[in-house]
């Protein structure tokens, strides 16, 4: 109330650490914003002013106390309004929650448990303690006190207000050690009197209005950094800050936010990791395929699978070179493919091999290997599947393939088949079939005609193997009755006759079991043939080993064997026909057909030509025998007679009915000579023959001409000519009085 100097100071209290609004400096000197502003309002009301800066709780009791005349500057609560009086504002304040930068607090809920630093007996921790009764505070005496214990790490979080906790980590080096995190409130600073200095808080309301605005500014500029130079609104500034604020909290909480979804993202893949690992190993411990990792020639990683494919257990396969269990054959194969992987060569992933288990079996693999960088180094990963059944599966297929194919050329071959070609393709069937079995021998057996006897007709014999044809001509069928039974009654069923082990025959093939072991013997397969009546037999295949003959080839034997029966049905019908045609039907000797063949064969042939001489004969005067004793006593002569020649003559000669009651006699490799004696020889024995006819014996004669390929010119030498020769002198020894020989010599031979 006094004017002048010398009026009673007005005595202020304030905190003494509460940058930038009010603290002591190093020289003991009260600063700050409020200090100022006190300067002008003491000013205003004409009164020189001492400041009492103390600590926060302590500056307010000094008021209530009444050892100061007011408060410079604090925030009404209803906890203060119960003992003072407060003024019209006097400076906005903003209060925030800082936390430390870092820490991953991003809400008062990360709170719970930790100790916020607060100033004792402040507004903070009376707002606090109101609003969030479940944090738990420590206190401290003063602001510079709680930013100290702040910045070396006693709290993570404090409330402060804004400027004062900006002023204070500043001052003790850590302007971004801590960050505005929530913002408590905002409330202006009002001078504090107490309720019975009403006079003086009047004279304080009234010096506030009258303050020049461009003072405020200018000492708020002075303590607030951020203040702006332009001329603005009481409110402007804290507004301004408290938005900047919000947008740095907000731009902060979207930080937080971010990295707290990369958290959550990281914990989610480390947990999908985790499922994905435990999944892929799960994956790769029940695989039934191999799966391993292998650096540069050893394996690193490898599946149960892989003990199943190559018998190795896991250990051993770990101290183990994966080229050890390459079948030697493949060996440079893989190690060359696996080089050219390493140095980034491009190779085929997938291919086949083999491998030798530890049993020593040897395996069909396939691999499926990539090279991948690990840690620096291309390693070789990869699966490999056990494909042996697959291939063994493949191979006889292709197996069973070829052997389709080749039943089908050799029916073929069969189907077309002549007298004159058939053994030559018996041979070449059992050939082909013998060694596409892998048999050691195969042979063609044939029945007797009365089915007592086994003959071998044909036989082949693999590499080393010994022919046992010679042995097996005149075979008993019944010293081998089981195997005969046995024999005719696959033919009855049209199945092959399948043994794999001869030792494994029942008691009653104990025979056949001795017998077929003197041969070394052990497995055989037998396909019955059997044509109508033409031939009846089995070709068959042997093997010195016990071994299993495939049923399938085997059945389809059964095809070959028909076509074989068919063939030699053909062949036995067209030889029938043949004989018939080149036969003479009453006498069974070769007719006029068949002489001009051989005559031509031997006589055209350059290669079949040789020496030959021909004697035509011809019964004397079998007319009247034919008048008197019938045709059909004739016809028993002629058939007699016929015999006769047949074995009287040697048998390279062939004797021929020429018509009626003519006949040739073809003397081979037989000079005129020579045969003329052979001819007389035979002429002496007809004549002496008594002839058993319907119950008569008659002696009859023949006339013979003879001719010889000798006596041909070199340019006559056709059959013709030698027949005409002949006939000619036939024709002179009937003219001599028949029963005789005419051959070059002129007088008749009697
Ligand atoms: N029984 C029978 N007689 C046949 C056959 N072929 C021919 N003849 C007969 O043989 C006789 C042949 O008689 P000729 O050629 O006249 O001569 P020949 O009576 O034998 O008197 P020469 O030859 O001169 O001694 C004829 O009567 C024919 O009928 C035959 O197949 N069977």
Redesign the pocket.
Known sequence: QGDGPDAEPLIIAQDHAWPPFAFTDSDGEPQGLLIDLWHELAAELGRPVEFQLVDWPDSIELVRSGSADLHGGLIASPERRRFLDFSEPMINLSTFLFVRSGAGILSLEDLRGQDIGVVAGSYELEYLRQERPLLSYRQYANNDILIRAAVSGTVDAFVADYPVAMYLLDQHAAPSDFHPLLLLYSHPLRAGVTADNAALLQSVNDALSELDPEVLRRITQRWMRSERQEVTPQWFYPLLIASLLALVLLYVLMLRGRSRRLRLEVETRTRELATSESLFRALADNSSAGIFMIRGEQFEIVNPAMSTITGYPREELLQMSFPRLIHPADRSMVRRRARMRQSGESVPHDYDFRFITREGDTRWIRLSVDAIPVEGELVSVGTCIDITEHKDAKRDLEAEGRFSRLVADTSAHFANASQSNIDARIDRMLHTFGQNLGADRAYLFRYSEDGQFLRNTHEWCAPGVASAMDSLQNLATSDIAWLDAKQRQMLQEQRPLIINDTRALPAEAATERDFLENDGVRALLLIPVQSSSAFSGFFGFDSLHPRTWPEQQAQQLMVVAHLLAEAMGAIAAEAFLTRESLTDP?TGLYNRRYLDLQLNHWMKNPAGQSRLSLAMI???????F?DTHG?QA??EL?QQLGRLMQTACREQDVVIRFG??EFILLLRDTPLTDAGRAISRLLDRIRQTDFRVQGQTHRISVSCGLASTDELAASDKAPEHLIGMADQRLYGA?RRG?DCLVDSTPEPSL
């Open positions: 009453l011809d019964i004397d005067r079998f007319k009247p034919n045709h004739g016809d002629l009626g009651e009937k028949r």
